[in-house]
């Protein structure tokens, strides 16, 4: 899966939006993940893809080590008070991941992820690959049970338009069940769920934790966009 959905992202080699894969882990797990920019530049949208996430996996290149962006992104996994997370060092093809290994972990240990396991890994060879898999599946397995009770608050990271079906937005839903006819408060105005995804799938309910694709009715794109609603305003939510 490649979550550099952009024509300008391919053409400049860099995420400059979030993106998104998921894969079934060994345990038959399905894990998404939100990829984010490393850019200083793109830190809006870095954010807004961290915020809600439950775990973090921390990537360093072999055979370039930690660098400042390494740095501001556990910045902010730090502020967030983000606990759970895993270290993959890539281009282990290219370098002796070693050296940024230890740097890597020495630097998560001083964040609010503390000590992490870490794994070495080439995209180029696939050597890595099967561990990395193991971690995650170790990492999955470390998550508190989801509060599938508890009042939804869906932070949209994305909204879009499908023909003849409206809006959608999307969002990584950390509580709450979101169902099929549901109403959600989407700043001051209730709006009701048309239907559902998660990972491309069609459901009538999805439990926490998931990422989930809601389709609003009589919502326009730009009421539901990423940022809003602002900090003043309440975030789409429904009680169950
Ligand atoms: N040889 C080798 N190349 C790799 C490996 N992983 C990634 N690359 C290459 O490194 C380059 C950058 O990879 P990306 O996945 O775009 O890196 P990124 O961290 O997402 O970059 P930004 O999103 O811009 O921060 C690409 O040309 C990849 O093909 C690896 O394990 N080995
Ligand atoms: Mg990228």
Not at 56 to 84: F, I, K, P, Y
Not at 197 to 207: G, I, K, W
Request: aromatic share 4%.
């Amino acid at each position: 899966m490649e979550p550099d959905r952009w024509a300008e992202e391919r053409r400049r080699g860099m995420t400059i939006d979030l993106g998104y894969a998921w894969t079934t882990l060994p345990s038959g797990e399905v894990l998404g993940f939100v990829d984010v920019p490393g850019h200083s530049r793109f830190i809006g949208n870095m954010l807004a893809g961290l915020g809600p996430a439950p775990a973090v996996l921390v990537v360093v290149a072999a055979n370039e080590g930690w660098r400042r962006q390494s740095a501001e992104h556990l910045a902010a996994v730090d502020a967030l008070g983000l606990t759970s997370g895993l270290l993959a060092v890539t281009r282990c093809d290219l370098a002796d991941p070693a050296p940024a290994m230890a740097e890597a972990l020495e630097q998560i240990a001083g964040s609010s992820l503390g000590d992490v396991d870490a794994v070495a890994v080439s995209g180029a060879t696939g050597a890595g690959i099967d561990d990395l898999r193991g971690a995650l599946d170790r990492l999955v397995a470390q998550q508190p049970v989801p509060d599938v009770a508890a009042p939804v608050r869906l932070w949209v990271d994305r909204a879009f338009t499908v023909r003849g079906s409206g809006t959608v937005v999307t969002g990584t839903l950390a509580a709450g069940t979101l169902r099929a006819g549901d109403e959600l408060v989407l700043r001051d105005r209730t709006v009701r769920v048309r239907g559902l995804q998660s990972l491309a799938t069609a459901y009538d309910e999805v439990r926490a934790v998931a990422r989930v694709a809601v389709n609003l009715r009589g919502v326009e794109r730009d009421e539901g966009g990423r940022g809003r609603p602002r900090p003043d305003h309440r975030a789409a939510r429904c009680d169950p």
